[in-house]
């Protein structure tokens, strides 16, 4: 037998099983998109110089490339003239922008509340936000109605379907 021969049969076999044993792609098949990483009970800290700004925290959180996934999120953020907090059982944190679902809870230090069952806060434009019913109540006074437009900068508030109870000092 020649040596020509062989690398001939020797190149067929090697390229047989590669055909045998190549992995086959199903039509079907859709791609699993994996988080780069996962956490549980966890707190993420963002510090300046002048201490901690905000704060992050959760019972279970996903990082996938362009956002983050969190079950019993909690976001507080220290940076503003009022320390504020907003806390749900679902969060979606995308672009500067937290999607909230399931008991919605926002707080104030001056004593504001809202609660609703879905909501959005806009981190950089200060905007706190629900389409659905939602409650704003600060000490003594109580306003009910549908969609919200909370802006805490700018101290405003705007919504449909408003009715509430307010107390005159």
Request: glycine share 8%; net charge negative; hydrophobic share 35%.
């Amino acid at each position: 037998m020649s040596i020509n021969l062989f690398f001939v049969l020797l190149l067929s076999l090697l390229l047989g099983m590669f055909g045998y044993f190549k992995p086959t792609l199903f039509v079907g098949e859709t791609k699993k998109e994996v988080p780069k990483f996962e956490l549980e009970s966890f707190v993420v800290y963002e510090i300046s110089a002048t201490g901690i700004d905000r704060f992050f925290e959760g019972n279970h959180g996903k990082r996938f490339e362009d956002r983050y996934e969190v079950s019993s999120a909690k976001f507080s953020n220290n940076s503003k003239d009022l320390f504020e907090s907003i806390s749900a059982n679902e969060a979606l944190y995308k672009e500067d922008i937290i999607t909230l679902k399931g008991n919605v809870h926002y707080t104030r230090e001056d004593g504001l509340e809202f609660r609703s069952d879905e909501g959005k806060y806009d981190t950089t434009r200060s905007l706190v936000s629900t389409d659905g019913d939602f409650i704003i109540t600060q000490n003594a006074n109580r306003v009910n109605g549908t969609q919200l437009l909370l802006n805490t900068q700018q101290k405003t508030v705007s919504a449909n379907a408003v009715s509430g109870s307010y107390q005159l000092d």
